[in-house]
Protein backbone atom coordinates (compact mmCIF):
# COMPACT_ATOMS: atom_id res chain seq x y z
CA UNK A 1 0.00 0.00 0.00
CA UNK A 2 1.40 3.28 -0.80
CA UNK A 3 2.13 5.84 1.78
CA UNK A 4 -0.70 8.21 0.40
CA UNK A 5 -2.80 5.49 0.09
CA UNK A 6 -2.39 4.63 3.38
CA UNK A 7 -2.58 8.12 4.84
CA UNK A 8 -5.93 8.10 2.94
CA UNK A 9 -7.53 5.29 4.83
CA UNK A 10 -6.23 6.52 8.25
CA UNK A 11 -8.03 10.11 7.85
CA UNK A 12 -11.00 7.86 7.11
CA UNK A 13 -10.54 5.87 10.20
CA UNK A 14 -10.40 9.01 12.24
CA UNK A 15 -12.78 10.87 10.63
CA UNK A 16 -15.80 8.00 10.69
CA UNK A 17 -14.71 7.86 14.10
CA UNK A 18 -14.50 11.49 15.58
CA UNK A 19 -16.68 13.24 13.10
CA UNK A 20 -19.43 10.67 12.57
CA UNK A 21 -19.55 10.18 9.08
CA UNK A 22 -20.29 6.75 7.34
CA UNK A 23 -20.27 5.78 3.90
CA UNK A 24 -18.06 8.21 2.28
CA UNK A 25 -17.47 7.71 -1.59
CA UNK A 26 -13.91 8.52 -2.54
CA UNK A 27 -12.48 7.98 -5.75
CA UNK A 28 -8.55 6.44 -5.42
CA UNK A 29 -7.36 8.57 -8.76
CA UNK A 30 -8.73 11.97 -7.38
CA UNK A 31 -7.51 11.15 -3.81
CA UNK A 32 -3.64 10.08 -5.30
CA UNK A 33 -3.66 13.07 -7.45
CA UNK A 34 -4.68 15.41 -5.14
CA UNK A 35 -2.85 14.33 -1.99
CA UNK A 36 -4.75 15.46 1.16
CA UNK A 37 -7.54 16.45 -1.11
CA UNK A 38 -9.95 13.39 -0.83
CA UNK A 39 -13.50 12.86 -1.60
CA UNK A 40 -13.89 10.24 0.99
CA UNK A 41 -13.70 6.90 1.15
CA UNK A 42 -15.64 3.79 2.57
CA UNK A 43 -17.50 3.15 -0.54
CA UNK A 44 -19.57 -0.06 -1.22
CA UNK A 45 -19.71 -1.68 -4.28
CA UNK A 46 -22.92 -0.05 -5.22
CA UNK A 47 -21.23 3.39 -5.74
CA UNK A 48 -18.05 2.67 -7.19
CA UNK A 49 -16.96 4.81 -9.48
CA UNK A 50 -15.26 4.32 -12.28
CA UNK A 51 -11.60 5.38 -11.46
CA UNK A 52 -12.25 2.89 -8.52
CA UNK A 53 -12.89 2.99 -4.54
CA UNK A 54 -11.77 2.07 -1.77
CA UNK A 55 -13.46 0.16 -0.03
CA UNK A 56 -11.58 -1.74 2.44
CA UNK A 57 -10.22 -0.72 5.87
CA UNK A 58 -6.83 -0.73 7.38
CA UNK A 59 -6.05 -1.57 11.02
CA UNK A 60 -6.38 1.25 13.24
CA UNK A 61 -2.76 2.36 13.90
CA UNK A 62 -0.85 5.00 15.49
CA UNK A 63 -1.81 8.56 14.32
CA UNK A 64 0.74 11.81 14.76
CA UNK A 65 -1.40 14.96 14.98
CA UNK A 66 0.41 17.39 12.72
CA UNK A 67 1.64 20.52 14.41
CA UNK A 68 -0.02 23.60 12.95
CA UNK A 69 3.13 25.99 12.33
CA UNK A 70 1.98 29.41 11.16
CA UNK A 71 3.68 31.20 8.37
CA UNK A 72 5.49 34.38 8.98
CA UNK A 73 3.30 35.91 5.83
CA UNK A 74 -0.19 34.47 5.55
CA UNK A 75 -1.91 33.70 2.00
CA UNK A 76 -3.70 36.28 1.75
CA UNK A 77 -5.82 34.92 -1.08
CA UNK A 78 -3.46 33.76 -3.63
CA UNK A 79 -2.50 29.94 -4.54
CA UNK A 80 -1.76 27.56 -2.00
CA UNK A 81 0.93 27.51 0.39
CA UNK A 82 4.44 26.10 -0.46
CA UNK A 83 4.87 25.12 2.61
CA UNK A 84 5.37 25.87 5.85
CA UNK A 85 6.83 28.48 7.53
CA UNK A 86 8.56 28.67 10.82
CA UNK A 87 6.32 28.97 13.94
CA UNK A 88 5.75 33.06 14.99
CA UNK A 89 8.10 33.33 18.32
CA UNK A 90 6.72 33.47 21.83
CA UNK A 91 7.05 37.22 21.43
CA UNK A 92 4.32 37.02 19.08
CA UNK A 93 1.96 35.30 20.47
CA UNK A 94 2.46 37.00 23.75
CA UNK A 95 1.69 40.35 22.06
CA UNK A 96 -1.22 38.95 20.54
CA UNK A 97 -2.38 37.57 23.99
CA UNK A 98 -2.41 41.15 25.47
CA UNK A 99 -3.76 42.75 22.74
CA UNK A 100 -6.86 40.58 22.66
CA UNK A 101 -7.17 40.74 26.32
CA UNK A 102 -6.90 44.55 26.02
CA UNK A 103 -10.18 44.19 23.75
CA UNK A 104 -12.19 42.11 26.01
CA UNK A 105 -11.17 44.06 28.82
CA UNK A 106 -11.21 47.29 27.40
CA UNK A 107 -14.26 46.93 24.81
CA UNK A 108 -15.96 43.50 24.90
CA UNK A 109 -16.31 43.02 29.04
CA UNK A 110 -18.66 46.24 29.48
CA UNK A 111 -19.99 46.33 26.07
CA UNK A 112 -23.74 48.02 25.81
CA UNK A 113 -23.77 48.94 21.75
CA UNK A 114 -27.22 46.36 21.79
CA UNK A 115 -30.03 45.30 23.81
CA UNK A 116 -28.21 42.07 23.82
CA UNK A 117 -26.03 43.04 27.18
CA UNK A 118 -28.86 42.76 29.21
CA UNK A 119 -29.70 39.22 29.29
CA UNK A 120 -26.10 38.36 28.86
CA UNK A 121 -24.41 36.14 32.37
CA UNK A 122 -21.42 37.48 30.64
CA UNK A 123 -19.80 38.25 27.50
CA UNK A 124 -18.26 35.71 25.36
CA UNK A 125 -14.78 36.65 23.74
CA UNK A 126 -13.47 33.63 22.11
CA UNK A 127 -10.87 31.57 22.99
CA UNK A 128 -7.71 29.87 21.21
CA UNK A 129 -4.35 30.30 19.97
CA UNK A 130 -3.13 33.93 19.53
CA UNK A 131 -1.51 33.12 16.75
CA UNK A 132 -3.59 30.53 15.41
CA UNK A 133 -3.57 30.19 11.37
CA UNK A 134 -7.31 29.36 11.37
CA UNK A 135 -10.00 31.30 13.05
CA UNK A 136 -13.28 29.05 13.15
CA UNK A 137 -16.64 32.02 13.48
CA UNK A 138 -19.60 31.05 14.90
CA UNK A 139 -22.99 32.77 15.22
CA UNK A 140 -23.17 33.63 19.02
CA UNK A 141 -23.28 32.23 22.60
CA UNK A 142 -25.57 29.57 23.52
CA UNK A 143 -26.73 28.70 27.23
CA UNK A 144 -23.41 26.94 27.90
CA UNK A 145 -21.10 29.93 26.27
CA UNK A 146 -23.35 32.52 28.04
CA UNK A 147 -22.45 30.38 31.38
CA UNK A 148 -19.11 29.09 31.16
CA UNK A 149 -17.89 32.79 28.92
CA UNK A 150 -16.46 30.65 26.38
CA UNK A 151 -17.52 29.62 23.13
CA UNK A 152 -18.60 26.41 21.72
CA UNK A 153 -19.14 24.57 24.46
CA UNK A 154 -21.90 23.46 24.64
CA UNK A 155 -23.39 20.14 22.40
CA UNK A 156 -22.55 22.43 19.13
CA UNK A 157 -19.21 23.28 20.45
CA UNK A 158 -18.60 18.89 20.97
CA UNK A 159 -19.30 18.68 17.03
CA UNK A 160 -16.80 21.48 16.38
CA UNK A 161 -14.48 19.79 18.65
CA UNK A 162 -14.93 16.73 16.38
CA UNK A 163 -14.43 18.19 13.20
CA UNK A 164 -10.92 19.95 14.47
CA UNK A 165 -9.84 17.05 15.47
CA UNK A 166 -10.66 15.11 11.87
CA UNK A 167 -8.58 17.81 10.44
CA UNK A 168 -5.66 16.63 12.96
CA UNK A 169 -5.87 19.88 15.31
CA UNK A 170 -6.51 20.46 18.36
CA UNK A 171 -8.86 22.99 19.82
CA UNK A 172 -5.71 24.97 21.39
CA UNK A 173 -4.08 24.81 17.81
CA UNK A 174 -6.80 27.60 16.53
CA UNK A 175 -8.87 30.36 17.52
CA UNK A 176 -12.70 29.73 17.82
CA UNK A 177 -14.88 32.99 18.45
CA UNK A 178 -18.56 34.40 17.30
CA UNK A 179 -19.90 37.28 15.41
CA UNK A 180 -21.73 38.24 18.59
CA UNK A 181 -20.13 37.93 22.20
CA UNK A 182 -23.64 38.07 24.24
CA UNK A 183 -26.35 35.24 23.72
CA UNK A 184 -29.39 36.41 21.79
CA UNK A 185 -32.52 35.76 23.68
CA UNK A 186 -33.54 31.77 23.42
CA UNK A 187 -30.33 31.21 20.95
CA UNK A 188 -32.12 33.53 18.09
CA UNK A 189 -30.14 34.23 14.99
CA UNK A 190 -28.87 38.13 16.35
CA UNK A 191 -30.34 40.92 14.39
CA UNK A 192 -28.71 42.99 12.28
CA UNK A 193 -28.62 45.46 14.32
CA UNK A 194 -26.73 43.61 16.63
CA UNK A 195 -24.25 42.21 14.39
CA UNK A 196 -23.87 45.55 13.37
CA UNK A 197 -22.96 46.73 16.67
CA UNK A 198 -20.83 43.74 17.91
CA UNK A 199 -18.94 42.68 14.58
CA UNK A 200 -16.44 45.24 14.82
CA UNK A 201 -15.10 42.85 17.97
CA UNK A 202 -14.79 40.27 15.78
CA UNK A 203 -12.91 42.12 12.66
CA UNK A 204 -10.26 43.69 15.44
CA UNK A 205 -10.20 39.91 16.87
CA UNK A 206 -9.10 38.69 13.03
CA UNK A 207 -6.98 41.74 12.28
CA UNK A 208 -4.57 41.05 15.24
CA UNK A 209 -4.49 37.13 14.88
CA UNK A 210 -3.93 37.32 10.99
CA UNK A 211 -5.22 34.47 10.31
CA UNK A 212 -4.10 32.21 6.74
CA UNK A 213 -7.33 31.20 6.74
CA UNK A 214 -11.08 32.10 8.36
CA UNK A 215 -13.98 28.90 8.72
CA UNK A 216 -17.38 30.40 9.02
CA UNK A 217 -19.68 28.49 10.42
CA UNK A 218 -23.30 28.81 9.23
CA UNK A 219 -25.09 31.89 7.82
CA UNK A 220 -24.81 34.80 10.16
CA UNK A 221 -21.11 34.28 10.08
CA UNK A 222 -20.28 33.81 6.52
CA UNK A 223 -23.11 37.03 5.70
CA UNK A 224 -21.44 39.19 8.29
CA UNK A 225 -17.54 38.49 6.52
CA UNK A 226 -18.41 38.62 3.00
CA UNK A 227 -20.85 41.18 3.35
CA UNK A 228 -23.21 38.83 1.26
CA UNK A 229 -27.05 37.81 1.33
CA UNK A 230 -25.96 34.45 -0.74
CA UNK A 231 -27.62 31.70 1.32
CA UNK A 232 -24.70 29.33 3.36
CA UNK A 233 -25.84 26.34 0.81
CA UNK A 234 -24.46 28.64 -1.94
CA UNK A 235 -21.40 29.69 -0.25
CA UNK A 236 -20.20 26.93 1.05
CA UNK A 237 -17.68 24.67 -0.66
CA UNK A 238 -15.24 27.24 -2.54
CA UNK A 239 -13.29 29.72 -0.75
CA UNK A 240 -13.93 33.24 -1.06
CA UNK A 241 -11.72 36.55 0.72
CA UNK A 242 -12.55 38.47 3.89
CA UNK A 243 -11.38 41.89 3.30
CA UNK A 244 -10.99 43.51 6.83
CA UNK A 245 -12.19 47.12 6.90
CA UNK A 246 -10.17 50.01 6.84
CA UNK A 247 -12.56 52.75 8.43
CA UNK A 248 -15.57 52.95 10.31
CA UNK A 249 -19.03 51.27 9.00
CA UNK A 250 -20.45 53.87 6.44
CA UNK A 251 -23.91 52.05 6.30
CA UNK A 252 -25.79 52.54 9.56
CA UNK A 253 -28.28 49.75 10.86
CA UNK A 254 -31.74 51.00 8.94
CA UNK A 255 -34.24 49.18 10.42
CA UNK A 256 -35.52 47.68 7.41
CA UNK A 257 -34.86 44.54 8.21
CA UNK A 258 -32.37 44.32 5.84
CA UNK A 259 -29.03 42.71 7.66
CA UNK A 260 -26.42 45.64 7.00
CA UNK A 261 -22.86 43.85 7.04
CA UNK A 262 -20.52 46.93 6.47
CA UNK A 263 -17.43 46.11 8.08
CA UNK A 264 -16.10 43.22 6.30
CA UNK A 265 -16.30 42.25 2.64
CA UNK A 266 -15.77 39.12 0.47
CA UNK A 267 -16.06 38.33 -2.51
CA UNK A 268 -14.06 35.58 -5.12
CA UNK A 269 -12.19 38.69 -6.37
CA UNK A 270 -10.48 41.59 -4.59
CA UNK A 271 -12.57 44.44 -5.90
CA UNK A 272 -11.58 48.22 -5.28
CA UNK A 273 -13.22 49.45 -2.13
CA UNK A 274 -12.73 53.00 0.23
CA UNK A 275 -14.20 51.28 3.15
CA UNK A 276 -12.46 47.36 2.78
CA UNK A 277 -8.89 46.58 2.43
CA UNK A 278 -8.38 45.34 -0.70
CA UNK A 279 -4.62 43.95 0.32
CA UNK A 280 -4.98 42.28 3.01
CA UNK A 281 -7.25 39.80 1.97
CA UNK A 282 -7.85 36.18 3.89
CA UNK A 283 -9.51 33.37 2.34
CA UNK A 284 -12.51 32.44 3.42
CA UNK A 285 -14.40 29.10 3.59
CA UNK A 286 -18.22 29.80 4.25
CA UNK A 287 -19.62 25.77 6.09
CA UNK A 288 -23.06 24.93 7.65
CA UNK A 289 -22.90 25.57 11.16
CA UNK A 290 -22.15 22.05 13.95
CA UNK A 291 -25.83 23.12 15.31
CA UNK A 292 -27.19 22.58 11.79
CA UNK A 293 -25.34 19.68 11.77
CA UNK A 294 -26.69 18.05 14.91
CA UNK A 295 -30.52 18.59 13.20
CA UNK A 296 -29.29 17.71 9.77
CA UNK A 297 -26.44 14.85 10.21
CA UNK A 298 -26.63 13.75 6.43
CA UNK A 299 -24.87 17.40 5.71
CA UNK A 300 -21.82 16.39 8.01
CA UNK A 301 -20.04 14.86 4.39
CA UNK A 302 -20.51 18.24 2.78
CA UNK A 303 -18.99 20.20 5.82
CA UNK A 304 -16.22 17.39 5.85
CA UNK A 305 -15.57 18.18 1.91
CA UNK A 306 -15.11 21.84 2.96
CA UNK A 307 -12.80 21.40 5.65
CA UNK A 308 -10.93 18.63 3.54
CA UNK A 309 -10.49 21.84 0.60
CA UNK A 310 -9.30 23.94 3.69
CA UNK A 311 -6.71 21.26 5.01
CA UNK A 312 -5.34 20.95 1.16
CA UNK A 313 -4.97 24.42 0.52
CA UNK A 314 -2.89 24.74 4.14
CA UNK A 315 -0.98 21.64 3.63
CA UNK A 316 -2.19 19.96 6.63
CA UNK A 317 -2.51 16.42 6.43
CA UNK A 318 -2.27 13.14 8.80
CA UNK A 319 1.12 12.21 9.62
CA UNK A 320 1.72 8.71 10.41
CA UNK A 321 3.40 7.57 13.12
CA UNK A 322 6.80 6.16 12.33
N1 LIG B 1 -23.17 28.35 18.55
C1 LIG B 1 -22.37 29.36 18.15
O1 LIG B 1 -22.53 29.91 17.08
N2 LIG B 1 -21.41 29.72 18.97
C2 LIG B 1 -21.18 29.16 20.12
O2 LIG B 1 -20.25 29.55 20.80
C3 LIG B 1 -22.01 28.09 20.51
C4 LIG B 1 -23.00 27.71 19.71
Sequence with gaps: MTNALRKILIQHLRTEELFGIRDVPMTVTQA?????????????????????????????????????????EGDRGGSPKAGFAPRPSNASAEANLARLKILDDSKVKGCTHCELHSGRTQTVFGQGSPTARIIFVGEGPGYEEDKQGLAFVGPAGQLLTKMIIAMGLTRDEVYICNVVKCRPPGNRTPSAEEILACSPYLHEQIAIIQPEMIIALGAPAAKTLLNTAESIGKLRGRFHQYHPPISEPRAQATGSGRVPQPLGRGTDELSASAAYSTVNATPLMPTYHPAYLLRNPDDKRKVWDDLQLVMARMGLGVKTAG
Design 32 to 72: LTLGRQFAGIGATAANTSPQGNVGSRVERGAVSHPTLPRGA
